[in-house]
C-alpha cells in the first residue's frame, strides 16, 4: 500500500528541549493511524509540523511521494492537509455555512454567492452523515455540533488527509461514537486519518495501526490486532498500570448538604434548585455537557459565587454566606478547573505558590510577621518530592512548568491541607497516563481517611473510576443519579444529551 505521508529523521528544537528527534514514520493512504503517547512526546509538535504550524529543523516529510516543506497552514491545506485542533478555531456569531467556507468563500460577480455557499455545505453534510443546521450561528451550537463544523470546513478545503488531535476530549459517550462513524466513512472514501488520543479505548477501537511516542521518539507502529490496552499504556508510560480499586467505606454521616441551590446571573437561571449530599468517604461524581451549570455549582461549593437562593450546609454548619477564606478554615479544600486562572499564580514561584493559604500558620511567621524563609522552603521541597513536580528548584517560575506538573503543585497545596471536604474540578484535564494515575492515587487516598469528595469531571472514564454515587447535570439541573454499582455508559450518556431523569 502506497503511503500518504512519510516523516524521514524529523527533528524540531525549542530552545536546549529536543520535542522531536530524528522521528521515522510512514501513514498509509486510506487507513485510521492513531498516535499516543504522555503529555511532551512529540505527538501534536510532529503534526504541527506536518500542518506547517512550526517549521522543521532537519530531516523531511513526503506527501504521497513529494518532498514538501510548508511555511504555513495555508501551504499543508493546499496540498489537501487538514487539522482539527483541541480549541475549536470558529466565529460564534457567523453561522455553520459563513465558518465552512470562511476564507475561501464562493463568488457570483466578485461578491459572496450565499445561495452556493450554503448548498455546498449542506451536500457535504448529507454526505458524510453530519446532522447539523448550516443556517444556525455556532454560538447556539452544542461542543459535538461545533466539532462537525470544523470537520465540514476541512472536507471544504477538499483535504484527504485529516488530523484530529484529542478529538474525543468534551464530547458524550454517543457524540464520541457519531464522530467514529464519520472517520470511518472518511477511510472508506479513500481519506487518510490521523488520531492523536490519549484514551486507549479509543484508539484500540478506531485504528488499523498505532504508533506510540515517548520523549520525542517513536517507540514503534503496531497493527491494531497486535497489541493489548495493556501493553500500550505500559508503552506510553514507561512502567506497568495497575488497575485501581475502591474498598468499602462506611457512608453513614453527611458532610456536605446542598439543598435547593439555584443561581440566576443577567436574568438567567443557570443552576436550577438543585439538591444533594456528600457523605464521608464518599465521592460523588458529578458529569455533564460543558456549559450546563457545573461551573456555577462548583463556584457556589466553593463560596466564589453566591447562591440566588438555597443554602449550602457543611458538618451542620451553614455556610451559605461564608467566604472561600473562612470555607478553607474549616477544612474544604479546592482544586479549581481552570489551574492557571484560578489556581496558580504563574508569575510567582513554586515556592511561593505552595505557600499560599498555609501563610498564617505559626511554623511560616516569625517576628513581625516577618516570613520564615527556610521553613518555607523546606516544606516546598518536602511537597515537590512527596508529589513528584518535576522543576529545576522551589524558585523556578510557576508559569514554566508543563500542564501535568502545575496541576501537582496546585494539588500538593491543597493535599497538605488538614481536610475535611475536597472539592476537586477536572483534576486529570491535560495530564498524561502516569499523571492520571498518580492523581487518581492522592484522590482515593484521601478517600480512604473518611474524606468527602466532590468530584466534577468531563472525563467519564475518570468519573466511572472514582466514583461512588454519579449525578448528570442537564441545562442547570441534576438530569440523572446513580451509584457506581448501578451506572450505565449508555443512560449517563443519554443524561448529558438531555434525557429526562
Do not use: W
Not at 320 to 340: C, F, K
Not at 444 to 453: D, G, P, S, V, W
Not at 470 to 493: P, W
Amino acid at each position: 500500500m502506497k503511503n500518504a505521508v512519510e516523516f524521514e529523521n524529523v527533528t524540531k528544537k525549542f530552545g536546549s528541549v529536543t520535542a522531536v528527534n530524528a522521528v521515522n514514520l510512514s501513514i498509509e493512504d486510506g487507513e485510521i493511524h492513531s498516535i499516543i503517547g504522555e503529555n511532551g512526546a512529540g505527538k501534536t509538535t510532529l503534526m504541527r509540523l506536518l500542518y506547517g504550524m512550526y517549521k522543521i529543523d532537519s530531516g523531511s516529510v513526503k506527501v504521497f511521494g513529494k518532498k514538501v516543506r510548508f511555511s504555513s497552514p495555508k501551504d499543508a491545506i493546499a496540498n489537501g492537509i487538514g487539522m482539527v485542533h483541541q480549541n475549536f478555531m470558529l466565529i460564534d456569531s457567523f453561522t455553520v455555512y459563513e465558518n465552512v467556507v470562511l476564507g475561501f468563500e464562493p463568488k457570483r460577480n466578485l461578491s459572496f454567492d450565499r445561495k452556493s455557499a450554503r448548498r455546498i455545505v449542506k451536500e457535504l453534510a448529507l454526505r458524510y452523515g453530519m446532522n447539523v443546521n448550516v443556517d444556525e450561528k455556532v454560538e447556539r451550537l452544542s461542543v459535538g455540533l461545533q466539532q462537525k463544523v470544523e470537520i465540514l470546513k476541512l472536507l471544504y478545503r477538499k483535504a484527504n488527509i485529516l488530523i484530529f488531535d484529542e478529538p474525543t476530549a468534551v464530547l458524550t459517550p454517543q457524540e464520541s461514537q457519531l464522530l467514529f462513524d464519520i472517520l470511518k466513512k472518511f477511510k472508506e472514501s479513500g481519506k487518510t486519518v490521523i488520531f492523536i488520543s490519549h484514551k486507549l479505548r479509543e484508539v484500540k477501537e478506531i485504528s488499523n495501526r498505532i504508533t506510540v511516542m515517548r520523549n520525542g521518539k517513536n517507540l514503534g507502529t503496531f497493527k491494531n490486532e497486535e497489541i493489548s490496552e495493556e501493553r500500550l499504556a505500559e508503552m506510553v508510560a514507561g512502567r506497568k498500570i495497575p488497575k485501581l480499586s475502591l474498598p468499602s467505606v462506611d457512608f453513614s454521616k453527611v458532610a456536605l448538604k446542598v439543598e435547593n441551590v439555584s443561581l440566576v446571573e443577567n436574568g438567567v437561571e443557570i443552576v436550577k434548585n438543585v439538591s444533594f449530599d456528600v457523605r464521608e468517604g464518599e465521592v460523588l461524581g458529578v458529569a455533564g455537557v460543558v456549559g450546563n451549570g457545573q461551573s456555577e455549582l462548583e463556584e457556589m461549593v466553593s463560596g466564589m459565587k453566591k447562591p440566588t437562593s438555597g443554602k449550602i450546609v457543611f458538618y451542620d454548619e451553614d455556610v451559605t454566606n461564608l467566604s472561600v477564606r473562612a470555607r478553607r478554615e474549616r477544612g474544604m479544600v479546592y482544586i479549581p478547573q481552570d489551574r492557571i486562572k484560578t489556581g496558580l499564580a504563574p508569575l510567582a514561584s513554586i515556592k511561593e505558590n505552595m505557600l499560599m493559604g498555609h501563610q498564617n500558620k505559626k511554623q511560616f511567621l516569625g517576628k513581625l510577621a516577618f516570613l520564615k524563609r527556610g521553613n518555607i522552603r523546606s516544606f516546598s521541597i518536602s511537597l515537590i518530592e512527596d508529589y513528584e513536580v518535576v522543576c529545576k528548584s522551589p524558585e523556578e517560575q510557576a508559569g514554566t512548568l508543563s500542564g501535568g506538573n502545575m496541576q501537582r503543585v496546585v494539588i500538593a497545596r491543597e493535599f497538605s491541607h488538614r481536610a475535611r471536604f475536597l472539592l476537586v474540578s477536572q483534576p486529570t484535564r491535560g495530564v498524561d497516563i502516569g499523571g492520571i494515575e498518580f492523581i487518581h492515587k492522592k484522590i482515593l487516598k484521601m478517600r480512604e481517611e473518611k474524606i468527602a469528595i466532590l468530584l466534577f469531571s468531563s472525563d467519564l472514564d475518570e468519573i466511572l473510576t472514582l466514583s461512588d454515587r454519579i449525578a448528570v447535570m442537564y441545562e442547570g439541573r441534576i438530569n440523572y443519579l446513580c451509584t457506581r454499582e448501578k451506572s450505565d455508559l449508555t443512560k449517563i450518556g443519554l443524561a448529558m444529551l438531555g434525557m429526562k431523569r
